[in-house]
């Protein structure tokens, strides 16, 4: 087969896979080899769909022993298969990047006569990169789940960044659609790679040329909609691996269908976009605004609504947090005001150390203040001549992308939420964040 | 320092000679009405006073603001000179000056206009070396590989660490078509020069093969079910396109293909 074919192929396998970051390690190049690592990572283009492409990502081989439902590569699936030989992918990684066109490798792939032969496979691919080419440049290598953890660790000594994929978001799905895998089998790998890297830390602390293992951390990605798992079970987990498995990145990817398979949606569905999108928000507030899994989502309210993003949504369920003074508030606050970012929070408390901050100084600051007006006040004033009602309000906080994928009648016309969500006809009937709009503006 | 002077200072565009310029104003305690380079404008103004590039005055000022400022203006300072933006010499000059009165606290008056256009400035200038990180591509041919740029702002010096760090090891050019000014890179020393004119060259059998492994990867890397076309120029915006491997046929780069549409 060509390799042309082949690279389709095995690209097209792995396409499916969210994670596409190069970051996470700063490396210099060296003497005599070819390739750096730059932490904040490169696109070094987008694909059709927007999604960056940083890294080749492919499969080594898209044979596999398993059946995991929701896989196109599962085995029961009739596609067309090939596999790279470990010399021929290493070369095509080089001309590659040489290029330009990559930061280095994702390397992933189907189950071929073990786990163990598997991970040895791919042992050998990055081996041959490293020692061979002495490439300096970005390895994603996925731990195949049921391999010796002695196997893991070597392919974790090669490697900038593992994953492993926790792929349903709770065991009972696991079982159902991916009978072949196990929670264990899963979770034991990404304890390993943890313990390793800990490990590795006090290695590297005494000795400084000791080798890395796995610098750049660990991933992990989440089906989304293929089960039926609600949006507060998913970023509670997520929460719980974040803390558990000190992951550096949890990876949602909305499902598309594979197939007509028996307990998963139907070929005709949508991938759910704006869900995955929602999470994602959700994800970055655990991150980066410290808010916790429990404050943006209850048993009560289980799914993040589709109108507004998860942080105005809690902003407008807790208006006794509200109106924040922008001169006086602590960091942690003014984070959590709609419009207000992590860069432009940082602005703002260094400007205010220097001068008195307006509404003018906020927007050249980077302040949204179409959100944030409702929410903050200057000098104990809000913004002059502010309209507050309820309908302007909501209609500032929801996106132009929402609002435009409403179709006349207030419905998500791709019906991705089952429900037809009516608004602008009636819009004080269905939306439940209605009365706190109404505290809200009231106090203001 | 006094206003409503209207002198006009010209300067020969080098760095140099802006920071002379701008010791000029300092020391003379007057604002100029502008600070032109020589290609700004031929006609000679009436009140134009032409300043001649002092090295020594030069360093001499760049240290006052390393010192007296903070070695993240003296950046700042560099990347706007560097960059396209009109009338950039007055932003340095009042920048320098707010530097001068309040110090390394200058950089934190978010409020003040000078201080957020010269971020702004530095921040359009650093987005676009960063492109061009992300979306330059090589072509090899003998052994070198080359590649053609046209950015707005003059950000050669501004990545050639970064390809150093990352191909030093190979000998590699990048043409600065806006500028006309070249990178060369020859066994592990690298050159900035100007070069009236350079084109690729034609790609070989071998480069041939890479660039259609990449566009067909390229093609089948994007999930139908999710294309988005506004997300996809937002993130790369199409005036990088021209010179990317990916949309060589787009652009008609690929003279094979060319020839084949043409009969
Ligand atoms: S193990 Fe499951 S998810 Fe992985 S390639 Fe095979 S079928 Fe797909």
């Not at chain 1, 071929?112 to 061979?132: F, G, N, W």
């Not at chain 1, 590297?204 to 660990?218: D, L, N, R, S």
């Not at chain 2, 690298?190 to 070989?204: N, R």
């Not at chain 2, 660039?211 to 067909?216: I, M, Q, V």
Request: neutral net charge.
């Amino acid at each position: 087969m060509e390799l042309l074919e082949k690279l389709k192929i095995l690209g097209d396998s792995a396409k499916y896979d969210a994670a596409c970051t190069s970051s996470g390690v700063d490396r210099g190049g060296s003497i005599d080899g070819i390739g750096n690592a730059a932490s904040c990572g490169i696109c070094h283009s987008f694909a059709a769909d927007g999604r960056c492409i940083s890294l080749l990502k492919v499969l080594m081989t898209n044979y596999c022993l398993f059946d995991c439902k929701y896989c196109i590569n599962r085995r029961s699936n009739d596609i067309e298969r090939a596999r790279f030989e470990p010399r021929e992918l290493a070369e095509l990684v080089i001309n590659f990047y040489k290029r330009n066109y990559i930061e280095g490798l994702f390397l992933s792939s189907g189950i071929i006569k073990s786990p163990d032969y598997t991970c040895e496979q791919m042992i050998e691919i990055l081996r041959i990169l490293r020692y061979e080419y002495k490439f300096n440049g970005y390895i994603h290598a996925k731990a195949i789940p049921g391999a010796d953890p002695l196997l893991i660790e070597k392919l974790g000594f090669l490697a900038d960044r593992m994953s492993v994929n926790i792929e349903l978001p709770s065991e009972e799905s696991l079982n159902k659609i991916a009978p072949d895998k196990s929670k264990r089998n899963i979770l034991l790998p990404m304890h390993n790679i943890r313990t390793g890297i800990e490990e590795n830390h006090t290695e590297i602390v005494k000795y400084k040329a000791a080798p890395k293992f796995v610098p750049a951390g660990q991933s992990t990605q989440m089906i989304i909609g293929a089960t039926p798992e609600s949006d507060l079970q998913i970023i509670t987990l997520s929460e719980a691996l974040y803390k558990k498995f000190s992951l550096k990145r949890v990876f949602y990817s909305a499902y598309v269908p594979v197939g007509d398979e028996k307990f998963l949606p139907s070929k005709e569905t949508k991938p759910p976009l704006l869900r995955e999108h929602r999470l994602y928000q959700a994800d970055w507030l655990l991150r980066f605004y410290g808010f916790e899994a429990k404050e943006l989502l209850d048993e009560k309210h289980s799914s993040f609504n589709p109108l507004l993003d998860p942080k105005c949504n809690w902003a407008v369920n807790h208006p006794e947090f509200f109106p924040v003074e922008i001169n006086k508030a602590p960091y942690e606050l003014l984070l959590r005001i709609p419009g207000v970012g992590v860069n432009s929070a940082r602005r703002i408390m260094m400007a205010r150390r220097t001068a008195n901050l307006n509404f003018k100084d906020l927007k050249k600051l980077g302040v949204v203040l179409k959100r944030a007006q409702y929410f903050i006040l200057c000098n104990g004033k809000m913004t002059e001549g502010l309209k507050v009602t309820e309908t302007a309000v909501m209609r500032e906080l929801m996106s132009a992308s929402v609002v435009k994928k409403l179709d006349e009648n207030g419905a998500f016309p791709d019906n991705s939420y089952g429900t037809q969500i009516s608004f602008f006809d009636n819009e004080n009937k269905n939306l439940s964040m209605e009365d706190s709009v109404k505290c809200l503006t009231g106090q203001m | 320092m006094s206003y409503g002077t209207n002198v006009t200072y010209r300067y020969d565009g080098s760095f140099n000679g802006l920071m002379t310029a701008v010791y000029k104003a300092i020391s003379s305690k007057k604002m100029p009405e502008n600070i032109i380079s020589e290609e700004d404008s031929q006609t000679i103004l009436f009140h134009e006073e032409v300043v001649v590039s002092d090295e020594e005055i030069s360093s001499k000022m760049q240290k006052y603001i390393r010192e007296k400022i903070s070695f993240d203006a003296l950046d700042n300072i560099r990347r706007c000179y560097f960059s396209n933006a009109k009338e950039k010499e007055m932003l340095i000059l009042k920048y320098i000056l707010l530097g001068k009165k309040y110090g390394r606290k200058v950089d934190t008056m978010l409020s003040v206009d000078t201080v957020i256009t010269m971020f702004k400035v530095v921040k359009r200038f650093s987005n676009e070396a960063n492109f061009y990180r992300e979306f330059l591509r090589f072509t090899e041919n003998e052994g070198v590989l080359s590649s053609v740029i046209e950015p707005e702002n003059f950000v050669l010096p501004y990545i050639v660490y970064h390809y150093e760090q990352r191909i030093g090891n190979l000998d590699f050019l990048i043409y600065d078509k806006t500028h006309k000014v070249a990178l060369i890179h020859k066994d592990k020393h690298s050159d900035i020069v100007f070069i009236d004119d350079f084109s690729l060259p034609e790609a070989d059998d071998k480069e041939r093969f890479y660039r259609e492994l990449w566009k067909g990867y390229y093609n089948i890397i994007g999930i139908k079910e999710r294309y988005n076309e506004k997300l996809r120029m937002n993130l790369m915006p199409k005036k990088y396109w021209k010179h990317m491997t990916e949309f060589e046929d787009m652009f008609g780069n690929n003279k094979e293909n060319k020839k084949c549409l043409m009969g």
